[in-house]
């Protein structure tokens, strides 16, 4: 026996009074509230609305938990049914028991995302980046539920960190196991802060942190896969193709999707809109139909000020200043004007503006540039 060990809960589940407190439920509601907590920060970061992140938490969270379950449930189908079932079929719905694919989380997740993203006209791949570092770390927290139910741990090992897994799990006495929860809790956490450090130092829009995540994290799931002796699409041992576990070969899948998106979405520069036109006031406009659907109008409300200051300026002026109010100008300017003096060339489509409301605001009708979010361009307003 080595001389060191990690020890399993002896227990998963406490009672309050009748009511059950599971601890792989309490995992994963505590990676739940460190993912929206750090994604809320970085989406205000982003020039985003606060409670944006908490809201569309809602709908990610119960699809997420309805595909991670329907992912587990195809791949271990034998477990519920046909004649070598160990479990009744009803109990495919018993969540608690663990068993939550993250596969299927993520995937049925984003389509959570995706609908509340297309009802508050957001764009996605900008959420998705914002939120990329904040799963990592739900997931690392997550995995101690694996821990405390005694589940997912990889083969027989002699090193100092070995796990001890009692009888009722599948384990043998004397004989320790791959902590496998550990190594990929370790592998997320790392994972969650490199996402922080990339998104930092380079600008990576448009869903691409989001796919560095996805290709880190089935990189390290597909070594640590292959160190689980679960029987993962089987009841008594794991489905393999080549040599491979069925995870392994679904890593290989989706890192392979990860790297062409990242590809592909490589000259991407569109504006994402991070901020709902309805919330920009009352001058606020949706994003042009004509162009993609993550791209902002091109107007923010700094524009819309000024346009507004020159409209009341262009009706209020003064007859007897001869100043023109078709354009803005600095105080320092009007005031080197002559009352008498002869006008510039430019100002007669001034004077016309003081009576015609059209062609008063025509300088100010000119197409802005294009807006951004300000953690891309510090510099300039919040793109709607």
Known sequence: MPLASIPSPAEGVWYLGFIPIRAYA??????????????????????GQSGTIIDIAVPAVIFGLIGG???????????YFGERAIKEPYQALFIWEGGLGIWGAVALGGVGVWLACRRRGLSLGAMADTVAPGIAFAQA???????????????????????????????????????TFLYE???????????????????????RLFALYVAGYTLGRFWIEGLRIDPV???????????????????????????????????????????????????????????????ADQADRADEDEVGRSAGSSGDSDD?????????????????????????????????????????????????????????????????
Do not use: M
Request: aromatic share 8%; hydrophobic share 40%.
């Open 233 to 295: 699409g089987g009841v008594d041992h794991a489905v393999t193709f080549l040599g491979l576990r069925l995870n392994q070969w679904t890593s290989i899948v989706v890192f392979a999707g990860a790297l062409v998106y990242l590809w592909a979405t490589r000259n991407k520069d569109t504006v994402e809109i991070v901020v709902p036109a309805t919330a920009q006031g009352g001058g606020g406009q949706a994003a042009d139909p004509a162009h993609p659907a993550d791209q």
């Open 185 to 207: 809790s370790i592998w997320n956490v790392a994972l969650g802060f490199a996402l922080l450090l990339v998104g930092k130092r380079f600008t990576l829009r448009h869903g």
């Open 141 to 179: 927290i997550g995995r101690w539920g694996n821990w405390f139910n005694q589940e997912l741990y990889g083969g027989p090992t002699t090193l100092p960190w070995g796990l001890e897994i009692d009888a009722r799990h599948g384990g043998e006495p004397g004989v320790l196991y791959h902590p």
């Open 69 to 79: 379950r329907l992912y587990h449930v195809i791949t271990d189908w034998q477990t």
């Open 26 to 47: 309490l995992c994963i509601v505590l990676g739940v509230i460190v993912a929206v907590w750090l994604s809320e920060r970085r989406w205000r970061a982003r020039g």
């Open 320 to 384: 007897s200043s001869g100043a023109s109010s078709g354009t803005d100008h600095p105080e320092g300017a009007d005031s080197l004007e002559g009352v008498e003096g002869p006008k510039s060339p430019e100002s007669p489509k001034g004077a016309a503006g003081a009576d015609d409301p059209d062609i008063a605001g025509s300088d100010d009708d000119a197409e802005a540039p294009p807006a951004t979010d300000r953690l891309a361009v510090p510099e300039e307003k919040n793109a709607r």
